[in-house]
């Protein structure tokens, strides 16, 4: 009894340092997130469910989130599909594969600081894009202030996740016994088959932490959002961070915990969701 | 035959895809070594300087060093920026691996009371985006009064849960039978996490350094909301600040940025891989 409390209390220490840090910055005050979001600006006034129908009809709230979803729609189904394509290619025994997996990582290395002056120069009036496109007689625009902005959030979340992906998917592929294969094409299975009735079903654990993670990724193109276009960007991208901080500006504290609880929810159910559809499918 | 053309035609647009995906590095090299008459040229149009497009050369006419100089020389303000990226990145990462350590060897080895509800709650945590916790990290930063100071952005990014998460899986794999032997011979868990764990988890470690290092360099949102003095801002936020009149020193600041991480990039690229993959295993 003695010896269990003791074991007890020496992994309370290891772990003691990093749950204080964890509580005091992100749970304790989350909860008091949480009561805010039941109260007026100010703290002081009961108003139950008031905040939550105030972002609900808030016209910049439902912008924010629609262009979020749509952003997750599009961005997430091609990036696992795309990466997924190149994973299968790469271990498919092709020569230097190592090396293009190494080039397709780099973008995970390049601030996106650095690589706004390349999207600013590529996306003006008269930039590279523009010029190309001059050749095909289509005039060009300051696409940033048009509703392509959005598309090019899509490309520049693409470009910066995919060989994070392939790392992924490839560890997915290489954890799949090769006796699977064998014995399937000795009962006569083609590569398409194979594909469909081994790969698929045995990537599916490696599918829900892709989506989990590409999920969370798809939160931070904000930053690409904010340094190309600032705080007021063309209303297709839009983003639900540009809202939190013109909230957070005027510190409209009680729209903010509703807004964040309302998305910590979304996250919530977004992953339990996905576990237990995969857990079933197990 | 058919299947070898098939697969050098595959290899070919894998390797294109590749060059333009690493496309960008190289461009802003190049567009660094340009000289100030060079970059006008080519980007003149976009400046509203003259009509037509914006060009572009593969490699520099006359490549100098000159913006790279004029920035050593004239631009005080970036060093400030570049030593506030460094020592925000660095004490980060110092403080995540002071309390993450310990933490993942605690989750991957150790006895916890309610182990599992909490390296859940740890799982959860690092999915949550920024706009989740943004109004939380407020909270206690402005009532412990650290608003506007670097703790604000180091702090709560020091106690991110998704080293811990990163590291837990290198420590899980080490076999109990090591620690077990060590244990009989009288070590005491702290001998077993310093001569054991630790030495054997180290990939692990670096795989979180890599990843927490790269995302550190990268911060935008939290020194946006939680530094309202522009001389603590970083480098990410400084240089989209640099007007495309500049363009030489926008080219030479965004390289100067590019290379720290790049360099880690390089130097760490198996544990980077290998921390990816440690974050597939499903629990």
């Known amino acids: 009894m003695r010896n269990i409390r003791k074991e007890n209390l020496e992994g309370l220490a290891f772990i003691g340092p990093s749950i204080l840090g964890v509580s005091i910055f992100v749970l304790i005050p989350f909860i008091d997130v949480i009561r805010r979001s039941f109260f007026n600006a100010a703290g002081t006034g009961f108003t139950f469910l008031e905040n939550y129908q105030t972002i609900f009809h808030n016209a910049a709230f439902m912008l924010a989130l629609k262009n979020t979803l749509r952003f997750m729609g599009i961005c997430i189904p091609l990036l696992i599909a795309v990466s997924l394509l190149v994973a299968v290619f790469l271990s498919s025994g092709l020569k230097l594969a190592g090396y293009l997996k190494s080039a397709y990582l780099v973008p995970m290395a390049i601030p996106v600081a650095s690589v706004v002056l390349m999207w600013r120069l590529l996306f003006h009036e008269h930039g590279f894009f523009s010029g190309m496109l001059n050749h095909f007689g289509i005039v060009g625009m300051d696409w940033m202030n048009t509703k392509y902005a959005f598309w090019v959030l899509v490309f520049s979340y693409v470009w910066k996740n995919i060989g994070y992906n392939i790392v992924l998917w490839m560890a997915g592929l290489t954890s799949i016994p090769d006796t699977l294969y064998e014995s399937a094409r000795c009962d006569g299975a083609n590569a398409w088959q194979c594909f469909i009735y081994i790969t698929m079903p045995n990537l599916l654990p490696t599918l829900y932490t892709i989506t989990v993670l590409a999920f969370l990724n798809a939160f931070k193109v904000f930053r690409e959002a904010y340094l190309v276009a600032g705080d007021y960007p063309h209303e297709s991208m839009y983003l639900l961070q540009h809202l939190f901080n013109n909230w957070f500006r005027d510190l409209s504290l009680d729209k903010m915990s509703a807004g964040a609880v309302v998305i910590a929810l979304m996250i919530l159910v977004l992953i339990l969701g996905l576990q237990r559809s995969w857990d079933k499918e197990i | ?283």
Request: charged fraction near 10%; charge should be neutral.
């Open chain 2, 1 to 283: 035959m058919k299947q070898k053309i098939l697969k050098r035609l595959l290899f070919i647009i894998l390797f294109l895809i590749a060059v333009a995906i690493c496309f960008p590095v190289f461009f802003l090299i190049v567009g660094s070594l340009m000289g100030a008459d060079e970059l006008n040229a080519y980007l003149g149009p976009v400046l509203g300087k003259a009509d037509g497009f914006a060009g572009w050369a593969l490699l520099p006419t006359y490549p100098t060093f000159k913006a790279y100089i004029q920035l050593l020389l004239d631009s005080p303000e970036f060093f400030v920026m570049f030593w506030n990226s460094i020592k925000l990145s660095g004490m980060i990462l110092l403080l995540q691996l002071i309390t993450g350590v310990p933490a993942a060897w605690g989750f991957a080895k150790l006895k916890v009371p309610f182990k599992n509800v909490l390296f859940n709650l740890y799982i959860i945590l690092m999915l949550m985006p920024f706009q989740v916790t943004m109004l939380s990290n407020y909270l206690t930063l402005n009532k412990i009064h650290l608003m506007n100071t670097p703790w604000a952005v180091i702090l709560p990014a020091a106690f991110s849960t998704f080293p811990v998460f990163i590291m837990y899986h290198f420590f899980r794999n080490i076999p109990q039978g090591i620690i077990e032997s060590a244990r009989l011979d009288g070590a005491g868990s702290l001998q077993v996490f310093f001569y054991i764990g630790i030495p054997l988890g180290s990939s692990g470690i670096v795989s979180a350094i890599v990843l927490s290092f790269l995302d550190a360099w990268n911060l935008i949102e939290q020194p946006l909301t939680f530094f309202k003095d522009k001389t603590l801002w970083p480098l990410s936020l400084y240089l989209p600040s640099i007007s495309l009149e500049n363009a030489g020193l926008a080219f030479v600041a965004s390289v100067v940025t590019l290379i720290p991480s790049l360099l880690v990039f390089l130097a760490g690229q198996d544990y980077l891989e290998q921390g990816i993959t440690a974050s597939a295993v499903k629990e």
